[in-house]
């Protein structure tokens, strides 16, 4: 697949102003540049950055973090009938079947959120969120019974994983995994570990909301992260964002989000914005849905339980919006004018 790749310095002065400082400091080792690529993947783009000393191991560098998150995509998706995650529901149902690390890494951490959060985080609601799927390409709620139906072949204590053998087994029939909430995160991480055994010291992977990046920038003291109303300057981190503000579903003035509560089983409805930092994207996206599901209180007590978690909720009611800050967010290096809920540089 072609990349569309830039060399930003052309782009964004800050970048100049970083690549001529770094000529100047350094006169042993080559330059850095930062140079960028996108590609598709996942459903979605997926931006890199890296600071390379050429533009061929800048490009070795792009190929090979692409090529782990194809790799991943043929793994956990749920819209491709041929991925490891959507045949595991035909093979391992009564049985225990062997599966691979990346998957077994994300059936693992999935089943310890849902755990934690009484089933709140449930990767095996499939079946009931590729109906909220449909209802939002209709435009109408699902119907009471299909929902019931649905929601009847869910549940995470029908998935049992033995860590020993790596297998994953299903108790009941015709179940579906969606790890729509976590691979994201898990992929940008994993792409990021790839660059770094390449020798790329300072890269950021981003697959739409969720972004991994290593060591600072040169000249900077860390990536420029835009979160909420903040930049923070950030390194060897994961940062994830969820809500309802892409995928909805309006229907009588009520917002339903593409993010279900396994318990009713309908879209969420308190508005939320939810962005978790952790130091892997399997830990930040997992939580960030896990949050958007428990709400405000219950979601900012989860992510102080995590000793390696921040976070910022923004909750908007018909009173207004408020900004709720983890105890160990870190601490603010200057506003994020744009105000998104995530912006990076
Ligand atoms: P995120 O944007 O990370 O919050 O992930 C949202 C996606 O997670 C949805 O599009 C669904 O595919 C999936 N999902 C929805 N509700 C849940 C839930 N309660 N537990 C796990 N995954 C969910
Ligand atoms: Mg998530």
Redesign the pocket.
């Known amino acids: 697949m072609a990349s569309k790749w830039i060399r930003s310095d052309r782009v964004r002065w800050f970048v100049c102003l970083s690549v001529s400082l770094l000529a100047i400091a350094s006169d042993a080792s080559p330059a850095l540049r930062r140079y960028e690529a996108v590609e598709p993947h996942m459903g979605t783009l997926v931006r890199v950055t890296v600071y390379s000393p050429t533009e061929d191991s800048a490009k070795t560098a792009f190929r090979a973090a692409f090529d782990r998150i194809g790799s991943l995509d043929r793994i956990l998706s749920?819209y491709r009938p041929d991925s490891e995650l959507s045949q595991l529901t035909k093979t391992a149902v009564n049985r225990p079947t062997r599966v691979s690390d990346d998957l077994f890494a994300v059936l693992q951490a999935?089943q310890a959120l849902a755990q934690a959060t009484n089933g709140?985080?449930?990767?095996t609601?499939g079946p009931v969120?590729r109906l909220w799927r449909e209802a939002r390409r209709q435009g109408h709620l699902p119907g009471p019974l299909a929902l019931r139906e649905a929601a009847s072949r869910t549940g995470f204590r029908h998935l049992h994983l033995d860590a020993a053998r790596r297998t994953a087994m299903l108790d009941i029939p015709d179940m579906a995994l969606?790890a729509?909430?976590?691979g994201?995160?898990y992929a940008a991480s994993e792409a990021l570990s790839t660059l770094t055994r390449l020798g790329v010291r300072s890269a950021l992977v981003a697959v739409s909301?969720?972004l991994a990046f290593s060591e600072a920038p040169p000249g900077h003291r860390g990536w420029k992260i835009g979160i909420h109303s903040e930049t923070l300057e950030l390194t060897n981190a994961a940062v994830?964002t969820?809500g309802s503000t892409e995928?909805h579903l309006d229907v009588d003035g009520r917002r339903y989000s593409?993010?279900?509560?396994?318990l009713s089983p309908m879209g969420v409805v308190e508005d939320l914005t939810v962005t978790v930092i952790a130091r892997h994207g399997l830990d930040a996206?997992g939580l960030?849905?896990?949050v958007?599901?428990l709400g405000a209180a219950r979601g900012m007590a989860l992510i102080e339980s995590r000793a390696g978690a921040a976070g910022v909720i923004v909750q908007r009611t018909a009173a207004g919006t408020r900004v709720l800050t983890s105890s160990r967010f870190p601490r603010r290096h200057g506003s994020n004018r744009g105000g998104a809920a995530v912006v990076y540089r």
């Open positions: 749920d999935s709140a985080f449930d990767i609601v969120t969606d729509g909430a976590i994201k995160g909301g969720d994830s969820s995928q593409h993010i279900i509560d396994p996206d960030d849905t896990a958007s599901v």
